[in-house]
């Protein structure tokens, strides 16, 4: 199975803060990657697919990319709206498999 | 417009048999490309991935559950079920389905159901 290593677990940040969240995957995944927004007592939205491209409606200050393994989420000047789970989930291969989450939350 | 709901019975007792029902509308499972997924997450924990059907009716199973799942569908209806045998308390989780959809790549739930709460007690 493929591995999803989701880091950092907590991310207290300030409003206004640019702050990122990254995701290893264990083997190579291609672009098969995406990240998901997730409010408390509701469902994930899905924020970015294919590892960069933004999903309609998501704010452009929300931004994918890839290095190498290594996929990340950037928001770039946060809003009070932003603080949530986030998830990635990787879709190159059965079983899918998400990330372990990140909570978002006000410093 | 897209939408999914899951029904399910709330709550069962240990060894028993989960039924879940998805109910969707603003597309078919007969349709080329079409697909539908089960996603579950215990309280306060992280998503994990279960089954997902296609409209061809091939079917792919998370083999952390092994054998307990059965997905299958009825596109008459717009539906998806999804169904685990011999239940146990760490089975407690809320259920969501989700569409899935397959243009020049997949692309794996892009739309969720509110999910459904289930509890596993004795």
């Known amino acids: 199975d493929i591995q999803m290593t989701q880091s950092p677990s907590s991310l207290p940040a300030s409003l206004g803060d640019r702050v990122t969240i990254t995701c290893r995957a264990s083997?190579?995944?291609?672009?098969?990657l995406r990240w998901f927004q997730q409010k408390p007592g509701k469902s994930p939205r899905l924020m970015i697919y294919?590892?960069?491209n933004l999903a309609a409606g998501v704010p452009s200050r929300f931004s994918g990319s890839r290095s190498g393994s290594d996929y990340s989420l950037t928001i770039s000047s946060l809003e009070s709206e932003d603080m949530a789970d986030y998830y990635c989930?990787?879709?190159?291969?059965?079983?899918?498999?998400f990330g372990s989450g990140t909570k978002l939350e006000i410093k | 417009q897209v939408t999914l709901k899951e029904s399910g019975p709330g709550i069962l007792q240990p060894s028993q048999t989960l039924s879940l029902t998805c109910t969707f509308s603003g597309f078919s499972l007969s349709t080329y490309g079409m697909g539908v997924g089960w996603i579950r997450q215990p309280s306060g924990k992280g998503l994990e991935w279960l089954a997902n059907i296609w409209w061809d009716d091939d079917k792919y199973y998370n083999p952390s559950l092994k054998n307990r799942l059965t997905i299958s569908k009825d596109t008459s209806n717009n539906q998806a079920f999804l169904k685990i045998t011999n239940v146990d308390t760490a089975d407690t989780a809320t259920y969501y389905c989700a569409r899935i959809l397959i243009t020049t790549v997949p692309h794996y739930f892009d739309y969720w159901g509110q999910g459904v709460m289930v509890t596993v007690s004795s």
């Open positions: 294919g590892a960069t």
């Open positions: 083997q190579d995944i291609g672009n098969y």
């Open positions: 989930l990787q879709s190159k291969e059965s079983p899918l498999t």
